[in-house]
């Protein structure tokens, strides 16, 4: 793994997604730490996104590193015209690793062909976010103290969300159940239930929360948004169905756990926010650690 | 029978005969292998009847040997094409197409937010299905399928 690009979650394999958990739970015991010294981390991110980016900056300051780079392509060269492969070649002349968030799918690809210092791909439009697994991988983990033979509920929008696809890509190594809870426009696309068939996985599709959440556990969240949808009528009759409320969780097991990407708008009710079920805000808290135990492992640290 | 419908192109004497060509294809296959940019003889014929393919195209090439990696590029639109590979009026070879694992240019990738389509990038596709045409673009990831597929040239 050392000085390979981290650009789909399918770059790494089972052994490989373990062994960065591993990592992570390391430096969840000692986050701060001088290994990333005298090393310069490069933050491109050519569209804003806050949260990702502080999230590898706090990776990086505690480790002792250096961050350079722009929160927005608005105030770099790019805007002036620049080729991603110009800014990318000019970059890793200052840096040793470049994290990229980039709004055109496949930037990241292109990226870490280009780049003589590996790239970690930070989200590349819809495409990929391989980071969003692995610390969703990390929280199941942690929550579940193993990641074989789970039931985990993914809700909401499963045709576009990336993060969905990306995390039930990965978690097909470990034998895990699968319920999708979505609108009928929002359903898996077929693609991933042909790829789960030909495991021999099991998944079950509903289109509303169902009486089988007591066998959940992880309900993974996330947004149902009005612009998916051909027919705004169609939005205002699903838009309530896919919130998340405490009443919901009475049933459920004492190990379920409630994750969801961030940020939230209204998908889960802010009742459920002091249930010790939820988990979002961790989650959020283990991308730290997460991002540190990729970074250090692809430097070779 | 089969000679009768090759009199109707004229012979050549030395070159390459390209023969079950879809004949809606017949003009991409020419782009494909830049016989439009090239300097040798170039005759075709168009919509003769053909068992196989409803309408066909038969394309010859005077002078002209192709690489089977060039020849395998208009495995996208003319996958049953075959050649006959011509030495003084006489066919001393005969060739099929073979559909490449992988296909780098040729084609453009059929989603408008993929970096092949916002940058000057080549592109490369791993092609999942070779006689229905479907390719995956290695940039974006998504599915670029026969309905859609658009020659670049
Ligand atoms: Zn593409």
Do not use: W
């Amino acid at each position: 793994m050392k000085n390979r690009s981290l650009v789909s979650i399918e770059d790494y394999t089972k052994d490989e997604i373990l062994q960065i958990l591993d990592r992570a739970a390391e430096f969840e015991k000692k986050p701060i730490q001088t290994i990333l010294n005298g090393y310069v981390i490069a933050s491109l991110f050519f569209e804003p996104s806050t949260r990702t980016r502080l999230s590898f900056e706090s990776a990086v300051n505690k480790l002792g590193g250096r961050i350079i780079g722009f929160s927005d392509s608005g105030s770099s060269s790019v805007k002036k015209g620049e080729s991603l492969n110009d800014t990318i070649l000019t970059v890793a002349n200052y840096s040793d690793l470049i994290v990229m968030r980039h709004p055109i799918e496949g930037a990241a690809k292109l990226a870490s062909e280009v780049s003589p210092v590996p790239v970690v791909n930070a989200g590349d439009g819809a495409n990929q976010h391989p980071t969003q697994t692995l610390l969703d991988m990390y929280s199941i983990l942690k929550t579940q103290g193993t990641l074989e033979n789970l039931n985990i509920f993914l809700v909401g929008d499963l045709k576009y969300g990336r993060t969905v696809h990306s995390l039930l890509m990965a978690m097909s190594h470990f034998n895990t159940t699968f319920n999708f809870i979505s609108p009928e426009e929002l359903k898996m696309p077929d693609e991933y239930k042909l790829y789960l068939d030909n495991l021999g996985l099991k998944y079950y599709e509903h289109t509303d929360f169902t009486k089988y959440i007591a066998e959940a556990d992880i309900v993974y969240m996330t947004r149902v948004q009005r612009e998916r949808f051909s027919d705004p009528m169609e939005y205002e009759k699903v838009k309530n169905v896919y919130v998340l409320r405490n009443s919901m969780l009475e049933n459920t097991k004492s190990n379920m756990k409630v994750l969801h990407p961030l940020p939230r708008v209204n998908e889960i009710h802010q009742d459920v926010d002091t249930n010790e079920k939820a988990y979002y805000f961790q989650q959020a808290l283990n991308g730290v650690y997460t991002r540190q135990a990729i970074i250090a492992t692809i430097l070779g640290l | 029978m089969e000679q009768s419908k090759e009199l109707k192109v004229s012979a050549i004497k030395d070159g390459t005969v390209i023969d079950h060509i879809p004949a809606n294809n017949l003009f991409r296959v020419i782009s494909i292998l830049g016989l439009d940019k090239i300097d040798n003889h170039l005759t075709f014929g168009n919509n003769l009847d053909s068992k196989k393919l409803g309408h066909k195209a038969i394309i010859k090439i005077s002078d002209k040997f192709f690489e089977d990696t060039e020849i395998n590029k208009i495995a996208l639109v003319a996958p049953q094409a075959k050649l006959n590979i011509i030495k003084d009026y006489k066919v001393i070879e005969k060739k099929v197409v073979n559909v490449p694992t992988e296909i780098i240019g040729i084609a453009k990738c059929v989603n408008p937010k993929c970096i092949t389509n916002n940058e000057n990038v080549t592109t490369k596709f791993k092609v999942l299905d070779g006689n229905d045409v479907t390719l995956k673009c290695l940039y974006c990831e998504k599915i670029t399928d026969k309905d859609n597929l658009v020659i670049i040239k």
